[in-house]
């Protein structure tokens, strides 16, 4: 005859005591969230303007820079084993021929066709109208 499995006693007094965070601790990390909040908006919104300024005057892709960054933070035992793989699958799944077969169309925006667009300078594709000139 099989034995019943004994059941958990119910725990004692001791054991439902919960372990919280001291008062003086949260008030703290408030304090420290307030004070650095703002500086880490500003950093945003300096790295989101340099980011926007790359993209409308330097032709940054913002897909391919992203992903360009997170392998350059990446260690370079963990990017060797990335790129093992990664060559294996677009291999094995054809991406890089059909990135290669994708239709593009010439812009003469390669580099080393033109000269490079100094970074206040307007883009060397826009035309500005003189003054008295027709428009329309």
Do not use: W
Not at 16 to 23: D, G, M, N, S
Not at 49 to 70: I, M, R
Not at 85 to 90: G, L, Q, R, S, T
């Amino acid at each position: 005859m099989a034995r019943k499995k004994a059941e958990p006693a119910e725990p004692t007094q001791q054991e439902r005591v919960t372990k919280l965070t001291p008062e003086k601790t949260l008030t703290d990390l408030i304090k420290t969230k307030k004070r650095t909040g703002s500086k880490v908006d500003e950093l945003v919104a300096e790295y989101r303007s340099a980011l926007s300024k790359a993209v409308e005057k330097k032709h940054l892709h913002k897909k391919a820079f992203a992903a360009a960054a997170k392998l350059h933070d990446m260690e370079d035992t963990a990017l060797g084993e990335f790129f093992d793989h990664f060559d294996h699958y677009c291999d094995v799944l054809g991406i890089r021929d059909r990135a290669e077969n994708a239709p593009r169309l010439d812009l003469g925006d390669q580099p080393g066709e033109g000269p490079e667009e100094d970074e206040d300078q307007e883009p060397s594709n826009v035309t500005k109208l003189q003054p008295g000139a027709a428009v329309g």
